[in-house]
């Protein structure tokens, strides 16, 4: 599940917080979400955080959002 709030997208996935496995699936998550192939998201901060910063690259914020507008309606 993918959600914005304020400034901040939610991404709940099965995977456990193992091995960075839970990482790895909201990375993939994000990606397709955004229509990009999942080298284009990066991790920033937050490995072993419940909170994640990711880096989305060759997208700007207004192009970010507009693309994750349809990934969020029900």
């Known amino acids: ?3 914005v709030e304020e400034e ?3 991404i709940s996935v099965g995977a456990p917080p193992l091995e960075g496995r839970a990482t ?3 990375l993939r998550t994000l990606a397709k979400a955004l ?3 999942p080298s284009a998201v990066v991790l920033h901060s937050g490995a072993r955080s419940r909170q994640k910063v990711f880096l989305v690259l060759g997208l700007g914020p207004e192009e970010t959002a507009r693309r994750l507008g ?3 309606r029900s």
């Open 1 to 3: 599940m993918l959600r």
């Open 70 to 72: 349809p990934a969020t």
């Open 35 to 37: 229509g990009l192939p």
């Open 8 to 10: 901040s997208v939610l």
């Open 24 to 26: 790895d699936e909201a």
